[in-house]
């Protein structure tokens, strides 16, 4: 079992930039994918980005790209998401997200879920 807990979440204004960790613990193996999501009240659950513990790799939804960057360390079980430029947009609840099946970017992929941080980004 797999347990995730987001850390991070805050009130900031548009343009500014937050860093979401996600401490990971448990059982976890060098092919896990952790990914970050996030979703906004009304709307379906949307990728952001994963890393794959493998070889570091990382993948970005196009919505982010060049503004958030994922990182990890697989020795510290620690993942971080760091968001520059936010705006008013990106406002949401966001959640770290851990694949033991090698998924990317569908939630369906995912098997462990933190319970998600608040973000809040004011114009």
């Known amino acids: 079992q797999v347990q995730l807990v987001e850390s991070g979440g805050g009130l900031v204004q548009a343009g500014g930039s937050l860093r979401l960790s996600c401490a990971a613990s448990?059982?976890?193996?060098?092919?896990?994918?952790m990914g970050w999501f996030r979703q906004a009240p009304g709307k379906e659950r949307e990728f952001l980005a994963a890393?794959?513990?493998?070889?570091?790799?990382?993948y970005y939804a196009d919505s982010v790209k060049g503004r958030f960057t994922i990182s990890g360390e697989n020795g510290k079980k620690m993942v971080s998401l760091q968001m520059n430029s936010l705006q008013p947009e990106d406002t949401a609840i966001y959640y770290c997200?851990?694949?033991?099946?090698?998924?990317?970017?569908?939630?369906?992929?995912?098997?462990?879920w933190g319970q998600g941080t608040q973000v809040t980004v004011s114009s």
């Open positions: 997200a851990a694949s033991r099946r090698g998924g990317l970017a569908r939630p369906d992929e995912y098997d462990y």
């Open positions: 448990g059982r976890t193996f060098r092919t896990y994918t």
């Open positions: 890393i794959f513990w493998s070889d570091s790799s990382t």
